[in-house]
């Protein structure tokens, strides 16, 4: 039986220019693949952000790639690769590997090492990888993404080795702190509820982690052992402790970055919101965060 490490693929196509016809939206570009209409743009502002999120991630990891017990792994699937920064570090550390990151938009850059490719396409569609030919699954930040996730983890369970290894870190989008340093009118509250309307609304939610429902998901996919892990990501330099003031820092640039890309597609195609009403929140979002006596976390 495969196993799990949580913490808290339709046909594959080559690239063409019609890929690169991204559908535009307020200024942003978004992927079109496939008729796909993923909530987070694919530009290069965004793409900042997503690189920033797996920096802080390495922090959080005491600058770890992974926490399961791999030892000589040799196919390794990356979905939801992003910006492929996880699967180029991880080809680098295991050069006799061969890794491939999946994605809907092909925004990986083309000098990658030897045993790295990157494909386009949807994981939540049939997979293309063979039963038993994966040693290790990673999948990192597809909330608001899936809407049948033990399907997704099925597919994943069928393309494992026996005794391979799957590695699912997500978050849930629930800002708050422990010390009553928010005001019952924190903007924050308002970007928690838009986000979990905007997952009921699409059935694709946001709050993966909850109760650690994406450990259900696994166990109920077929995968015999589950360990979790759980932390509180900090919102700013805050924390006392170096390393999650370090952290924090990551967050914060991180969020920073990527705020109006969040929010866009989900506020005014799915909740419906006039522009003019997100640049609101928008603003208020970045006063909150610049805020040093707002001690914010979220679960990861």
């Known amino acids: 039986d495969g196993d799990s490490f949580i913490e808290s693929l339709g046909s594959t196509q080559s690239l063409s220019s019609s890929i690169f016809h991204y559908r535009k939206e307020h200024g942003r570009t978004y992927s079109n693949f496939k008729d796909t209409e993923y909530w987070q743009p694919n530009d290069d502002k965004q793409n900042n952000g997503l690189d920033l999120h797996h920096h802080m991630m390495l922090q959080i990891h005491?600058?770890?790639?992974?926490?399961?017990?791999?030892?000589?792994?040799?196919?390794?699937l990356?979905?939801?690769?992003?910006?492929?920064?996880?699967a180029i570090d991880f080809a680098e550390q295991f050069p006799a590997c061969t890794v491939t990151?999946?994605?809907?938009?092909?925004?990986?850059?083309?000098?990658?090492?030897?045993?790295?490719?990157?494909?386009?396409?949807?994981?939540?569609?049939?997979w293309t990888f063979p039963d038993n030919s994966l040693d290790f699954i990673h999948m990192r930040f597809l909330l608001g993404s899936i809407e049948d996730w033990v399907g997704l983890f099925k597919e994943a369970y069928r393309c494992l080795k026996p005794g391979g290894w799957?590695?699912?870190?997500?978050?849930?989008?629930?800002?708050?702190?422990?010390?009553?340093?928010?005001?019952d009118?924190?903007?924050?509250?308002?970007?928690?509820?838009?986000?979990?309307?905007?997952?009921?609304?699409?059935?694709r939610t946001f709050l993966v982690t909850d109760k650690d429902q994406?450990?259900?998901?696994?166990?109920?996919?077929?995968?015999?052992?589950v360990n979790i892990s759980r932390y509180k990501a900090p919102l700013g330099t805050w924390p006392a402790e170096k390393k999650w003031?370090?952290?924090?820092?990551?967050?914060?640039?991180?969020?920073?970055?990527?705020?109006?890309?969040y929010i866009l597609y989900l506020g005014t195609n799915v909740l419906g919101w006039e522009?003019?009403?997100?640049?609101?929140?928008?603003?208020?979002?970045?006063?909150?965060?610049?805020?040093?006596?707002?001690?914010?976390?979220?679960?990861?």
């Open 185 to 203: 009118d924190c903007i924050y509250y308002t970007w928690n509820r838009m986000f979990a309307e905007a997952g009921e609304k699409t059935k």
């Open 214 to 225: 994406n450990a259900g998901w696994i166990k109920e996919a077929g995968f015999s052992s």
């Open 166 to 183: 799957i590695e699912h870190t997500d978050f849930t989008i629930r800002i708050s702190c422990d010390d009553g340093s928010l005001p």
């Open 245 to 261: 003031k370090n952290i924090g820092a990551f967050n914060l640039a991180t969020c920073q970055e990527g705020l109006e890309g």
């Open 275 to 300: 522009l003019e009403e997100l640049q609101v929140v928008i603003a208020k979002m970045r006063q909150a965060l610049k805020n040093p006596s707002y001690h914010a976390t979220y679960p990861v």
């Open 62 to 76: 005491d600058n770890k790639l992974f926490r399961a017990p791999l030892k000589d792994p040799q196919n390794v």
């Open 101 to 126: 990151g999946t994605d809907l938009s092909p925004i990986q850059p083309t000098w990658v090492p030897p045993n790295c490719k990157f494909e386009l396409d949807d994981a939540t569609q049939a």
């Open 78 to 86: 990356d979905v939801g690769t992003g910006t492929g920064i996880w």
